[in-house]
């Protein structure tokens, strides 16, 4: 099972950008999923999480300019990200809780993809 990032790049403060998150492989369920940020010499911080279901918690940090959404079809999970700031600048990686068979849940990270914001 994979999880794989893409979407990030270079953009400069108050501009947007959209991260998706596609796990592959022999998966039985995708459970709750979740965004981390990890700026260079920090430590890892969790940004937001969504559950199969829809229910959605941020990051006190995202002040209303993130959405985390997924599309279980897809096995994907997104990270639409608005009025970006320079402090926002870190790797971004996606967090999965999968399931191989019934019950048989672990951990999943992807490889992060790089999110810089330039002032």
């Known amino acids: 099972v994979h999880l794989v990032e893409s979407g990030g790049g270079s953009v400069q403060a108050g501009g947007s950008l959209t991260l998706s998150c596609v796990a592959s492989?022999?998966?039985?369920?995708?459970?709750?999923m979740r965004w981390y940020r990890q700026a260079p010499g920090k430590q890892r911080d969790w940004v937001a999480t969504?559950?199969?279901?829809?229910?959605?918690h941020y990051a006190d940090f995202v002040e209303g300019r993130f959405t985390i959404s997924r599309d279980n079809a897809k096995n994907t999970v997104y990270l639409q990200m608005n009025s970006l700031k320079p402090e926002d600048t870190a790797v971004y990686y996606c967090n999965a809780d999968i399931e191989l068979s019934p019950k048989d849940e672990y951990d999943s990270w992807g490889q992060g993809t790089q999110v810089t914001v330039s002032s």
């Open positions: 492989g022999n998966i039985y369920s995708l459970n709750t």
């Open positions: 969504i559950s199969p279901g829809g229910i959605i």
